[in-house]
Each structure stands twice: as structure tokens, then as C-alpha cells.
């Protein structure tokens, strides 16, 4: 069987995307290159720290017939309809060059996802400067192909005279170090520190001896350091490109009703605990999380507990924790 990865490299590297967005916790993300929108899926489900909801997505492609495909698959569903949201979500496509001027769009991230390598090297900066530049978000994710790692792709060549790269549409692929320096000497200049992380670290069935040369894919995370406006740096070629025009908007209906009473409201919640559990055993507060009526009136996982250890009249920290569970993860009922 030949080598292969396990979750597959697309999967990860969506993983390693999502969990980078949020660690610095933001809300409002646009995606340069979105494609068929597959990066903007992923982010639709909510995260787990629901303390910081993405509440808005932002894409950008040069292709109508992508941005179709991703508004096929970025539109809300039935199950949206009748499962709502806690947050609202909106996403917003848009047809045009990412070098285009700016969309009128409040973010704090962007999303550039093996796009670099299908634009000319030396259009590039050109790039560098929309994201870092204008844009200048408070976070900009890059990622690219390694092009060391093609060294176990046999079909490939790499290191050879007949070398080719892994799509036919790459215009480049960068070693590590090329990498490097591309991140380097745009943090540099915009006012960004830059963190290089790797993508596809291990391949299942590889070979005796497999050396990973940094992933199969290459990260680059850029955190402001400085709100001051940037020029282009020397050697920047700005050409005119046409406005961005709006392609599609998408809201996801959310939960919007005013809180419970709180007498309804305890009553709500009495109702369900006796539902998961009788009134001798604990529960999980994660068991009382997972009803999405309850995560409608609460909003947040920390409400929700504070909420349990102000009625403690109805509501104790279990005695005995479990081993794996943080205090005030399980409760009983106290009778009352």
C-alpha cells in the first residue's frame, strides 16, 4: 500500500487552520482564494470555546464558478432552520482579485490558504502587501505546499532535471528556508511577528527511514505588533485591479428570544437534569451543555455554571469528582 495520511492533509491542515483562529480568538474572518469555500465550511460549526464565536465569514475568489459551488455548500439548511444557533453567522462572498481594493469589511483575520502558490512569484508582494497591508489584520494565516517533502512523491522527481510540482497550476513551491525568509522579511516590514509551524508531520506506510523535511505542508501565523499603515515595500508592483463585487450574503438563523424568567428558567432546567439523571445520581455539567435549549437561554458553558453554583439550593458541586473532570464539572441535585 502506498503512503498515505491519516486524517488526510486537506484535513489537517483545516484542523491546524481552525484551532490557530481560535487560539487568538476572533470573530470576524475572510478567507483570500476561499475557492469552493471547503475552509469557510469547516468554520461554520461552532468552536468549542464558545466565549469567542466566529459570528462572521468573509470569502474572496477570482473564480464565479467556485464562488457558486461555495455558496452551495455555504448556504443554511433545513437542520439550520430548525436547529438554531446560539450566535448569529454571516457569510459574505466576493468576486475579484485579492489584490483588488479592500473590501468595506470589518476583520480581524485572514485566511490565505495555498493560494500563494498559484500567483506569480513576482506578484507576490503584490500579495503580501493586500493581506499585511491593507487588510492588516490583528492575525493572517499562510499556508503553502513544502516543497522538500516532494522528495516522497516518486511521480515528482524532486531534486531532479524532470522535477514537477504537485498541481500543474503551482507557479513555485518553496523549501522551508525559502519560506522563511518570504515570512521573515514581510513580518519585518509590516510589523508583524511571524511563528512557522509544520502540516503532515507523519505519513502512515512510509517508508524505513521517512524524514518529514518540516510536513508536507508549511504555516505561517502573523500577529500585529503595530497598527501604524504600511507602504509597499521597494520593488512592489501595485497594478490596477478591478473593485470587488459582491457575490452572495448568507445569515444563519440564530436563537434570539429574551431570557426565561427566572423561575421558568430554573424550572426549565430542573425539568432536564431529572430527564438525564434521578435525583441520587451527579450530572455533567458537558451532559446539561449538550441540550441545545439549555446553550439557547444560557449563551455561554461559564453562565451556565455560575448559574448552578448561585442555586445552590437545587444544585451542590458533587463530592466525588472524577479523575479527568475539573471542580464543579458534576453536580447532584439537592432536593430543595
Same mark, same amino acid.
Given at each position: 500500500?502506498?503512503?498515505?495520511?491519516?486524517?488526510?492533509?486537506?484535513?489537517?491542515?483545516?484542523?491546524?487552520?481552525?484551532?490557530?483562529?481560535?487560539?487568538?480568538? /476572533?470573530?470576524?474572518?475572510?478567507?483570500?482564494?476561499?475557492?469552493?469555500?471547503?475552509?469557510?465550511?469547516?468554520?461554520?460549526?461552532?468552536?468549542?470555546? +464558545?466565549?469567542?464565536?466566529?459570528?462572521?465569514?468573509?470569502?474572496?475568489?477570482?473564480?464565479?464558478?467556485?464562488?457558486?459551488? !461555495?455558496? *452551495?455548500?455555504?448556504?443554511?439548511? *433545513?437542520?439550520?432552520?430548525?436547529?438554531?444557533?446560539? +450566535?448569529?453567522?454571516?457569510?459574505?462572498?466576493?468576486?475579484?482579485?485579492?489584490?483588488?481594493? #479592500?473590501?468595506?469589511?470589518?476583520? +480581524? #483575520? /485572514?485566511?490565505?490558504?495555498?493560494?500563494?502558490?498559484?500567483?506569480?512569484?513576482?506578484?507576490?508582494?503584490a500579495l503580501t502587501h493586500a493581506v499585511l497591508g491593507v487588510y492588516r489584520p490583528r492575525l493572517a /494565516?499562510?499556508?503553502?505546499?513544502?516543497?522538500?517533502?516532494?522528495?516522497?512523491?516518486?511521480?515528482?522527481?524532486?531534486?531532479?532535471?524532470?522535477?514537477?510540482?504537485?498541481? #500543474?497550476?503551482?507557479?513555485?513551491?518553496w523549501t522551508r528556508a525559502e519560506f522563511a525568509q518570504w515570512a521573515q522579511d514581510a513580518a519585518a516590514?509590516?510589523?508583524?511577528?511571524?511563528?512557522?509551524?509544520?502540516?503532515?508531520?507523519?505519513?502512515?506506510?512510509?517508508?524505513?527511514?521517512?524524514?518529514?523535511?518540516?510536513?508536507?505542508?508549511?504555516?505561517?501565523?502573523?500577529?500585529?505588533?503595530?497598527?501604524?499603515?504600511?507602504?509597499?515595500?521597494?520593488?512592489?508592483? $501595485?497594478?490596477?485591479?478591478?473593485?470587488?463585487?459582491?457575490?452572495?450574503?448568507?445569515?444563519?438563523?440564530?436563537?434570539?428570544?429574551?431570557? $426565561?424568567?427566572?423561575?421558568?428558567?430554573?424550572?426549565? /432546567?430542573?425539568?432536564?437534569?431529572?430527564?438525564?439523571?434521578?435525583? %441520587?445520581? !451527579?450530572?455533567?455539567?458537558? *451532559?446539561?451543555?449538550?441540550?441545545?435549549?439549555?446553550?439557547?437561554?444560557?449563551?455561554?458553558?461559564?453562565?451556565? %455554571?455560575?448559574?448552578?453554583?448561585?442555586?445552590?439550593?437545587?444544585? !451542590?458541586?458533587?463530592? %466525588?469528582?472524577?479523575?479527568?473532570?475539573?471542580?464543579?464539572?458534576?453536580?447532584?441535585?439537592?432536593?430543595?
Amino acid at each position: 500500500m502506498a503512503p498515505y495520511f491519516r486524517p488526510a492533509l486537506w484535513e489537517q491542515r483545516r484542523i491546524c487552520i481552525a484551532r490557530a483562529l481560535y487560539e487568538h480568538k /476572533v470573530g470576524r474572518v475572510l478567507e483570500v482564494g476561499c475557492g469552493e469555500g471547503n475552509i469557510l465550511s469547516f468554520l461554520v460549526s461552532p468552536a468549542s470555546d +464558545d466565549e469567542h464565536p466566529i459570528t462572521h465569514l468573509y470569502g474572496i475568489d477570482i473564480s464565479a464558478e467556485a464562488l457558486e459551488k !461555495a455558496h *452551495d455548500q455555504l448556504k443554511p439548511t *433545513d437542520h439550520d432552520t430548525w436547529s438554531l444557533r446560539v +450566535d448569529e453567522l454571516c457569510i459574505e462572498l466576493f468576486h475579484g482579485s485579492a489584490m483588488a481594493p #479592500a473590501a468595506p469589511i470589518a476583520i +480581524d #483575520a /485572514v485566511v490565505c490558504s495555498e493560494v500563494i502558490e498559484h500567483v506569480q512569484e513576482s506578484k507576490v508582494p503584490a500579495l503580501t502587501h493586500a493581506v499585511l497591508g491593507v487588510y492588516r489584520p490583528r492575525l493572517a /494565516v499562510f499556508t503553502t505546499p513544502n516543497a522538500e517533502f516532494n522528495v516522497h512523491f516518486p511521480a515528482l522527481c524532486y531534486g531532479t532535471p524532470e522535477a514537477r510540482f504537485r498541481d #500543474a497550476d503551482h507557479k513555485f513551491e518553496w523549501t522551508r528556508a525559502e519560506f522563511a525568509q518570504w515570512a521573515q522579511d514581510a513580518a519585518a516590514h509590516y510589523g508583524y511577528q511571524v511563528e512557522l509551524r509544520g502540516i503532515g508531520m507523519t505519513m502512515r506506510n512510509a517508508a524505513e527511514g521517512f524524514e518529514p523535511y518540516g510536513g508536507c505542508s508549511q504555516m505561517a501565523l502573523f500577529t500585529r505588533q503595530s497598527e501604524d499603515p504600511k507602504e509597499p515595500p521597494p520593488g512592489c508592483v $501595485l497594478e490596477p485591479c478591478p473593485e470587488l463585487v459582491p457575490y452572495a450574503t448568507m445569515k444563519y438563523p440564530f436563537y434570539a428570544q429574551p431570557p $426565561l424568567p427566572d423561575e421558568q428558567l430554573l424550572e426549565l /432546567v430542573l425539568g432536564i437534569v431529572r430527564f438525564l439523571v434521578d435525583a %441520587q445520581s !451527579a450530572f455533567g455539567l458537558a *451532559d446539561l451543555w449538550s441540550v441545545l435549549e439549555v446553550r439557547h437561554h444560557f449563551k455561554r458553558r461559564q453562565a451556565l %455554571q455560575t448559574w448552578l453554583l448561585g442555586n445552590s439550593r437545587h444544585f !451542590a458541586p458533587a463530592g %466525588q469528582q472524577e479523575q479527568e473532570q475539573p471542580p464543579a464539572q458534576r453536580y447532584t441535585l439537592t432536593g430543595a
